[in-house]
């Protein structure tokens, strides 16, 4: 008796994706040039033309938001302007299933994770903000601390609209007005944002979307009338970054990559577990800067954990993100696929035993199938380098402290599981990791109250919660 | 006796046996419960699900108010839940008292219903609170009348306090009455026992004591069947059979009042212990008003149309 | 509720509207007060408004039961849920900010422009202790670096049950009904004299919101008659008494000292404080070690 799941294809009939996009400067949609296919990573269907931002662009945006700022923005009270978060917030909420599909279709993850996980959280940031506000002065930052104009955002692909979410609705909140260019794979649900910030009546060239490519993020960055940049991607990029504004007057955060280590004691609860490993590396394809992606596991119960591990892997449904029972999507591009790829065969090529669960990918799109790699030490690249894809590098430890140098060994620092039963073992790891957020008997949490950041070479500064709020504010008296 | 060489029969084997097993993360239960309550079963898979809930389904009236014609009623809705439509499997059993089963057994022969197990509540149901004796007596007067399966309750008070031999014991005893002339299921009534780990423990104390089939809950208590609740018990039954090649049942019972609740069910089964359970043989369903839901989203699938109550019989 | 409008000029008789009955707000329903009696409130040129229920002892003791039937379920709410709730009254209130306006400015004598003044001022101060209820813990909770290998942490918590006896005004009511339901207490109002015409209003609001039952409970009344009670009763946790005439508090205050009841008054600031002081801090200590 089997039981096979018929497919249960969400609709695509609720996106109106247009053949074309420009910009959204000033309140407006302007036609761009030099545009280039975005495609659907599932099936290599182009999806629309996006526009390559150039100097003239990025000029036009910036003008607008310092225009915003200084006469609109600025001059509202931080009542009013939490007052346009809410209604962002809400509209978000009216629309979500549109914003799922776009994503899904736009990214490649699951539908159920758009829906379930994404676009919830991108309604919670914006309404979590849209509080703060008027409620600066409790910000622990002293009185009246004031915006800083405005704000460069720079986002990546792996969660499209949640990382604009974490840039814009703290920037707003804040005072500032904002130019954010979405990241070259994935800008359709930032174009749709746009429609959102009309329909709310933001005033004009408070939010300003440019897309593009590198280039385009390099003219915001070096822009001089951007006054403080937030960028998330590779930390390759974000070295980057930091060189170009040494010297100059600018703010940056920068939330970059990580390996994070997910520790497993021997007395952990063992089914959840599982799931919390499962979690924390297929999670979004591994597509996660604090993806759990080095498991490092009890010796003593290695051997059982892992076979728990292949049997839950067999159950991991992998194939048309658009379908509500998938698992794990599409590989978001080409170019990552070679990536996984290219470190993968160094795993094998280095002496780690690979194993994935037999999987009937399909010929069209970027497929990877969800793999563990044992026998991976320190020395292993995979147990060194970020993969951002579906492979889980296993490591094994014998004492707490030999787990807490294991984990800690990296110049990554962003992310770090610990999974026991004994509260103070808990309480002990979490005080010795070297990582900005650490998840203990759980993994992949986020939450707008939640302050989300790294440590070491995986970035600079915080974002949500109280933290949060910092980057975007100069200390008042 | 053996239990499987994995204890021995005394308390402090069994208690260092329980002991040693891994605890359930209550929040990490959920969330993997609440995860596959998600997936989305249309078309042919959910009228094979429907089906399959039908033929699981252990029809059931347990209220002081029963009497001959009652039960007669529901023997007949079991052979054939919908007269119209001779496709609708018969469900999986007919849970009655003890003092029912003669009656049920002698009506289901008569209408064609042989192949309609009688499973007798038993142990003083729901309550367990009674001697040993009544409850050995309460046992072999239903398996005596006909009853070829016996849905036993533990010693919940024995439970908590610590008691785990005790309500070992009380387990094997009443199998050894049920010998070969009927399958144990053992109640735990989860609502009562409240955490997993507790759930956890029973199952393994249940299964090593010969237990069957493992059971939520008597009906009478809320909550029962949780999602999460059965997820620990499908994956004690998992576990279990890796160890000892013997496969165990389980029986939700009480709060799964319609279709979805039956198909969240039959998804946490092909999720957790696997297919191989997707039977009445290792699968059951304890509830009354869910059949004729199930009937209801039947008829929808076939005629294209929503159905109404009036159009399902009452039993 | 008596029109302030004559209807357009036509020959025959003015449309007759159909006025509204005032009754209690309690644990999501409306019943009449138990006593049977009403009090009279007319508009400030004398004519006739409503006859609003005077509410008993029995319906305070009544509502105080709802209130803490409630709490517990409000409170486990996540933090988010709830100022998503409120945001949604805030939303209802938007809509009718015409009526809650002709209500006041018929009720208290005020001018349509004050009044609609005061009622988007309460809105909008509705949406301010909103956007509170996630950010307590960021205001008012710590991790404690104490001297030994302890985690240490202070949360904040709501108290329990609520009595506020406002002062005769719809924004004082806001005023004191948001601060102490955004952290997860549930509240008992005392509502004065002609401020039930709007009071009444805004239970109409809350009873179709998404706000559960019991959260918020409203009696019309007289402080006078209401007050002492809500100042003894042994399950009510803390009581803003703001609105009742200064001469007045010492008794309360004595009388809550049975149960030591957290009994404040507030001069009008606008603060989070307002929230805190009918919360409660709990610090909880953890080993570190392996």
């Known amino acids: 008796m089997t039981f096979e799941y018929a497919p249960a294809p969400e609709s695509r009939a609720i996106v109106d994706i247009k053949a074309k996009y420009g910009h959204f400067i000033d309140g407006k949609f302007l036609p761009g040039k030099k545009h280039f296919a975005t495609i659907n990573p599932a099936t290599e269907e182009i999806l629309s033309q996006i526009s390559l931002g150039g100097a003239s662009d990025v000029d036009k945006a910036v003008a607008a938001a310092q225009k915003a700022y200084t006469k609109t923005w600025s001059k509202l009270s931080g009542k009013e302007r939490g007052k346009y978060l809410y209604r962002i917030a809400r509209i ?12 899904t279709l736009d990214n490649g993850k699951p539908i159920r994770e758009t829906r379930d996980i994404d676009i919830p959280l991108v309604a919670a940031h914006f309404f979590y903000h849209a509080g703060w506000a008027d409620k600066l002065d409790y910000a622990g930052l002293g009185k009246s601390p004031q915006p800083h104009g405005v704000a460069g955002q720079i986002i990546p692909w792996n969660f499209p609209l949640l990382m604009l979410a974490w840039k814009v609705a703290p920037a707003l909140a804040t005072g500032n007005t904002v130019v954010l260019k979405p990241a070259e794979n994935t800008s359709l649900t930032a174009l749709l944002f746009a429609e959102v910030c009309q329909q709310a009546e933001l005033p004009d060239g408070v939010v300003n979307i440019v897309t593009g490519d590198g280039s385009t993020g390099a003219a915001i960055v070096n822009h001089p009338g951007i006054h403080k940049i937030a960028f998330t991607g590779s930390t390759e990029v974000g070295k980057k970054i930091a060189r170009a504004i040494a010297g100059t007057n600018k703010k940056a955060t920068l939330e970059l990559g990580g390996k ?130 579906p492979v889980l590098s296993i490591l094994t430890f014998r004492t707490p402290q030999e787990a807490i140098e294991k984990a800690n060994n990296t110049p990554f620092g962003l992310s770090a599981g610990v999974w026991s039963e004994k509260g103070s073992r808990i309480l002990w790891a979490t005080q010795q990791l070297r990582a900005g957020v650490v998840w203990a008997n759980t993994f992949n949490k986020f939450d707008p109250a939640s302050p989300f950041g790294g440590y070491k070479e995986s970035g600079w500064g915080r974002e949500g919660g109280k933290h949060g709020l910092a980057a975007y504010l100069k200390e008042g008296k | 006796m053996s239990f499987y060489g994995i204890v021995d029969g005394t308390e402090s084997s069994l208690k260092h046996f329980l002991a040693q097993l891994p605890g359930v993360d209550q929040v990490g239960a959920d969330a993997r419960a609440a995860m596959l309550a998600t997936r989305s079963i249309k078309t042919t898979s959910k009228r094979w699900a429907i089906d399959t809930a039908i033929s699981m389904v252990d029809l059931t009236t347990l209220e002081g108010a029963d009497t001959a014609g009652k039960v007669r009623a529901l023997c007949s809705k079991a052979v054939r839940p919908d007269p119209t439509d001779q496709t609708v499997p018969s469900v999986g059993a007919i849970c009655v008292y003890n003092d029912m089963v003669a009656i049920a057994r002698t009506h289901l022969d008569a209408i064609g219903g042989k192949h309609v197990p009688v499973a007798a509540v038993s142990t003083a149901f729901p309550s367990g609170r009674a001697s040993m004796a009544v409850k050995i007596q309460d046992t072999q007067d239903a398996i005596d009348a006909g009853a070829a399966e016996i849905d036993m309750v533990i010693d919940r008070g024995a439970f908590l306090s610590g008691e785990y031999g005790l309500v070992f014991d009380e387990i094997v005893k009443i199998r050894e009455v049920c010998g070969d002339r009927a399958h144990l299921k053992v109640i735990f009534e989860t609502g009562e026992l409240v955490t997993y780990d507790n759930v956890r423990k029973a199952s393994y104390l249940a299964m090593l004591a010969g237990a069957d089939f493992i059971k939520t809950s008597t009906g009478k208590v809320a909550p029962a069947a949780t999602p999460p609740v059965v997820l620990v018990m499908l994956e004690a039954v998992r576990d279990f059979y890796q160890m000892t090649q013997r496969r165990i049942g389980v029986k939700p019972a009480g709060g799964i009042r319609n279709t979805k609740d039956a198909i969240k069910q039959l998804v946490l089964v092909n999720e957790t212990a696997g297919p191989e359970w997707l039977t009445p043989e290792y699968f059951r369903i304890g509830a009354s008003a869910l059949l004729n839901d199930l009937l209801m989203q039947r008829m929808k699938m076939d005629d294209g149309y929503y159905a109404s109550p009036n159009y399902v019989t009452i039993d | 509720m008596a029109s302030s409008k004559k209807s357009s000029t036509n020959k025959s008789a003015p449309r007759l509207e159909v006025k509204k009955t005032y009754k209690l707000f ?57 100022g998503q709730i409120l945001y949604r ?76 006896a406002p002062a005769e005004n719809f924004l004082a009511l806001i005023d004191a009904i948001a601060p102490a339901i955004v952290s997860g207490n549930t509240v008992v109002a005392l509502v004065p004299g002609s401020a039930a015409i709007a009071a009444m209003s805004f239970a109409e609001v809350l009873a179709t919101s998404d706000l559960p039952a019991g959260v918020i409970n409203i009696l019309t009344g007289s402080h006078d008659e209401l007050a002492p009670w809500a100042a003894s009763h042994m399950d009510i946790d803390g009581f803003d008494i703001s609105g009742i005439d200064k001469k007045k508090r010492t008794e309360l205050k004595v009388a809550g ?14 603060s989070p404080s307002r929230i805190y002081a009918f919360m409660e801090a709990k610090t909880v200590w953890h080993p570190i070690g392996v």
């Not at chain 3, 208290?108 to 005061?118: C, I, N, Q, R, W």
Request: charged share 25%.
């Open chain 1, 260 to 389: 994070g280590a997910n520790i497993v004691f021997d007395d952990a609860p063992l089914e959840e577990t599982v799931e919390g490993i499962v979690n924390g590396i297929f999670f979004n394809q591994g597509h996660v800067c604090c993806a759990g992606s080095r498991l490092i596991l009890q010796e003593g119960i290695a051997d059982e954990l892992i076979e728990k591990l292949k049997v839950r892997m067999a159950k991991i449904r992998v194939g048309d993100p658009l379908d509500k029972n998938t698992d794990l999507g599409a590989i978001n591009s080409r170019e990552q696929l070679s990536k996984i790829q290219e470190l993968t065969s160094a795993g094998d090529a280095e002496g780690a035993e690979r194993w994935s669960p037999a999987c009937n990918l399909s010929a069209k799109g970027f497929w990877f199938a969800p793999t563990i790699f044992t026998g991976v030490t320190q020395a292993h690249r995979i147990a060194r380098e970020e993969i951002f894809g």
């Open chain 3, 26 to 82: 309690i644990n999501g329903a409306f019943p009449r007060s138990e006593s049977g009696r009403v009090y009279e409130v007319s508009a400030s040129k004398g004519a006739f408004i409503a006859n609003p229920c005077l509410a008993s002892r029995k319906d305070l003791r009544d509502a105080v039961v709802a209130a803490r039937a409630a709490q517990s379920g409000w409170a486990k709410a996540t933090a988010y849920n709830r």
């Open chain 3, 257 to 270: 000292a049975e149960n030591l009841k957290r009994i404040h008054n507030f001069d009008g600031a606008i």
């Open chain 1, 92 to 103: 978000l909420q009216e629309r979500a299933r549109e914003f799922a599909v776009l994503e």
């Open chain 3, 89 to 164: 009254i805030a939303e209802m209130l938007e809509g009718r900010a015409d009526q809650f306006a002709s209500e006041i400015a018929l009720a208290s004598g005020v001018t349509p422009k004050k009044a609609h003044d005061e009622v988007l001022a309460a809105i909008d101060r509705w949406v301010w202790y909103a956007g509170w209820s996630d950010k307590l813990s960021a205001a008012f909770g710590a991790t404690n670096p104490v001297s030994g290998p302890y985690y240490n942490f202070t949360i904040p918590e709501p108290q329990g049950v609520i009595a506020v």
